[in-house]
């Protein structure tokens, strides 16, 4: 195999991997409405946009900070 066939392969293998990601959020139950962090009501706007939301706005953008930090630190 050349780097082109490689690269092909690995592209086809993350798309399989994002479709079967997508799919299995699909099919959770939508949220009940109360962060799973805090216990704060999560906003309307928010399960409007997001039926599946598990978290609040503040815990959200938490918890995507903390999962960028990891990425450019390495897991702590």
Known sequence: MDEIDC???RIENFNSSALQAVLSRMSQAPSNG????????IET???????????????AAEEEEMARRAKLCGPR
């Open 7 to 9: 690269a092909a392969e």
């Open 34 to 41: 109360i962060c799973r962090s805090c216990g704060a009501p």
């Open 45 to 59: 706007e928010r399960l409007a946009a997001n039926p599946r939301a598990r978290n609040c706005c503040e815990c």
